[in-house]
Structures are given as C-alpha cells and as structure tokens.
Nanobody, 127 residues
Framework: VQLQASGGGLVQPGGSLRLSCATSGFTLPDGAIGWFRQAPGKDREGVAC????????YYADSVKGRFTISRDDAKSTVYLEMNVLSPEDTARYYCARSGESYSCYGDPTFLYGMDYWGKGTLVTVSS
C-alpha cells in the first residue's frame, strides 16, 4: 500500500489549491481515505474523509464549505480541493488510508484505523 501526496505550494489568502493523493496497492475498496494536516507546534488534525464503498464525504468544521474531497478511480487518485484559504490553513498535508469506513463516520478525528500514510505536502498561505 502506497500513498503520495502532492500539489502543495504558496498561495495568497483567499486563493485556492488542489492537492492530489496517488494511491496503489489496495485490494479491497471498502475502507476510507483521509486528508490530514499538521501545523508547526500543533497536533495532527483530520480535515476530510471519504468512504471508498459509497463515496460519502465528511469534513472537519474548520474546513466545511471550503474544502472538497473527491476521487478519480481511473487514476487511483484522491483530491482535496481547497478554497478561500487563510493563513490558518498553513500546514503540511497528508493523505492516509484505513481499511474501515468507520474511520470517517465513527471518529470525528478520522484517525481511527489510518494505518497507511503518505509523505506530506506543504501548503503555505501568505501574502
């Protein structure tokens, strides 16, 4: 199982960015893919989660209405579309995979069962 996040960079406040998470090695698409972020000096925070079986999406309150998680099965890629970015969104962003969809709807942090992690991509929101 491998995941690789990309697409980070420097963006101005109010701007948008789309992150990608390339995945491989999953044999049963019945788990969950999550996006997480960690800012310097802060705990890792669950941002968004998607259940593989039925594409249900879940979001942290801090990003609800601004971020969208989606996937392209043909490309084995999961995306995080981020809009109306603010300096508070500055962090390293990670994607991760759990073998259980419960990670999305049963744990408000989305961390439950997230066993596989990709290397993060840095997002900096600054003018």
């Amino acid at each position: 199982v491998q995941l690789q996040a990309s697409g980070g960079g420097l963006v101005q406040p109010g701007g948008s960015l789309r992150l990608s998470c390339a995945t491989s090695g999953f044999t049963l698409p019945d788990g969950a893919i999550g996006w997480f972020r960690q800012a310097p000096g802060k705990d890792r925070e669950g941002v968004a989660c998607l259940t593989e079986a039925d594409d249900r999406t879940y979001y942290a309150d801090s990003v609800k209405g601004r971020f969208t998680i989606s996937r392209d099965d043909a490309k084995s890629t999961v995306y995080l579309e981020m809009n109306v970015l603010s300096p508070e969104d500055t962090a390293r962003y990670y994607c991760a995979r759990s073998g259980e969809s419960y990670s999305c709807y049963g744990d408000p942090t989305f961390l439950y069962g997230m066993d596989y992690w990709g290397k993060g991509t840095l997002v900096t929101v600054s003018s």
